[in-house]
């Protein structure tokens, strides 16, 4: 599977997979029933889908513009401590305000989802290109019939 099919698909699964497992996670961590904890794992996934978005391009952005090109390991990791960051200072206050709990509670919530999602994204990548396939961008260039599998 390929092209945007391959995008709709991944995202959907993605976000759903996540949306279930955090509302599971934040009831057991907020002490909230399953409607608000899951009310909150949507709006959590909206809001990390625009800053997603918003950031990638901001941070396209200023790379474009450095005279070194290419994604060095420092700037890899200046670019996800800057992700998480900014997603980090955008929904403790939200949780804070939706489960009516103090700022610090929210910021250990946010933390306990982060190592989720460290864990969950990195599983979720690999099973995924286990079932679909690799996109063609990450396939080796092919010798002869030999088939591509997802390794």
């Known amino acids: 599977m390929q092209g945007i099919k391959r995008k709709v698909v991944y995202v959907t699964l993605y976000e759903a997979i996540a949306i279930a497992v955090a509302t599971v996670g934040l009831m057991a961590m907020s002490g909230q029933g399953a409607v608000r904890s899951g009310v909150l794992s ?7 889908v625009v800053w997603n978005l918003a950031y990638n391009s901001a941070f ?12 060095s390991v420092m700037r890899r990791v200046a670019h996800a401590i800057g992700f998480e960051g900014g997603l980090a200072a955008i929904l403790v206050p939200v949780f804070a305000w939706w489960l009516d709990v103090s700022l610090w509670q929210a910021l250990w919530m946010d933390l306990g989802l982060l190592v989720f999602f460290l864990v969950y994204t990195f ?22 019939d030999t088939p591509v599998t997802a390794a």
């Open 123 to 144: 599983v979720f990548n690999w099973t995924f290109d286990r079932v679909f396939g690799l996109p063609l961008s990450a396939q080796p260039a092919a010798t002869g």
């Open 60 to 71: 396209e952005w200023w790379e474009s513009r450095q005279l070194t090109k290419g994604r």
């Open 42 to 48: 949507v709006m959590a996934s909206a809001i990390a």
